[in-house]
């Protein structure tokens, strides 16, 4: 079974720059989740999906992310513009039910 | 979810079992002690989740305690491939929820 695939797997913008990142789930998972982990913490949510539909993105900073789940399937996260404080891994995982799958992680680093 | 605590770091040889205490003492009746870790460089891994009765699989065994207060998470005989930061969650429902991860317990696995 292939896992969560995340492209690209590292990204060196400039501040103020835009980013896109992609993420394919597992088959036939309905729930996908967007994290972000800041070096030396633990990943903390951005946003979760159940199907195309957006269940949680209370943590999302909405003024300048953006993230979509189009029929369902693949996700795409985005950052429009970057800060330096942006600088992290950002992690997509997916879910059948009770465990949650992530793919290797986009590593942005915003200078 | 209740708050979890793990101790930050921890050693075990090659071959012996690891046993990584967490303390849930706040855990509500409905919610899942879960298990997982993440290796460097590496988006986190499921490993393990139980409500009462102790489990057991492949990768790992979850001793929970009668009272459910807290909870040890066995590695029945570590490698040095299972050094890597390992998180102990609790969540209110079995289903797809988000994660809220602590800072977790470093296990560093020697010859």
């Known amino acids: 079974e292939a896992g969560v695939a995340q492209s690209p797997r590292y990204k060196i913008i400039e501040k103020r720059q835009s980013v896109a990142f992609w993420c394919n789930p597992i088959s036939g998972h309905a729930t996908l989740y967007w994290y972000q982990q800041i070096l030396g913490q633990g990943p903390k949510l951005l946003i979760q999906?159940?199907?195309?539909?957006?269940?949680?993105d209370s943590q999302l900073p909405k003024d300048r992310f953006s993230a979509e789940r189009l029929k369902g399937v693949d996700s795409t996260l985005k950052i429009q513009p970057a800060k330096l404080e942006d600088s992290a891994v950002y992690l997509c995982a997916s879910s059948p039910k009770y465990e949650q799958y992530f793919g290797p992680g986009t590593r942005l680093t915003v200078t | 979810d209740a708050k979890t605590t793990q101790p930050p770091s921890m050693d075990c040889a090659e071959g012996r079992a690891a046993n990584l205490p967490c303390n849930h003492s706040t855990i509500s009746g409905n919610e899942y002690v879960y298990w997982y870790r993440q290796i460097h460089s590496q988006g986190p891994q499921y490993i393990i989740h139980?409500?009462?009765n102790n489990e057991t699989n492949e990768m790992a065994s979850l001793i929970i305690t009668e009272d459910r207060k807290s909870s040890t998470l066995i590695l029945p005989h570590a490698t040095l491939r299972d050094t890597a930061v390992y998180y102990c969650?609790?969540?209110?429902?079995?289903?797809?929820?988000?994660?809220?991860f602590g800072t977790g317990t470093r296990l560093q696995v020697t010859l």
């Open positions: 969650i609790a969540l209110l429902t079995g289903t797809a929820s988000k994660l809220t």
């Open positions: 139980g409500l009462k």
């Open positions: 999906f159940q199907n195309n539909g957006v269940v949680d």
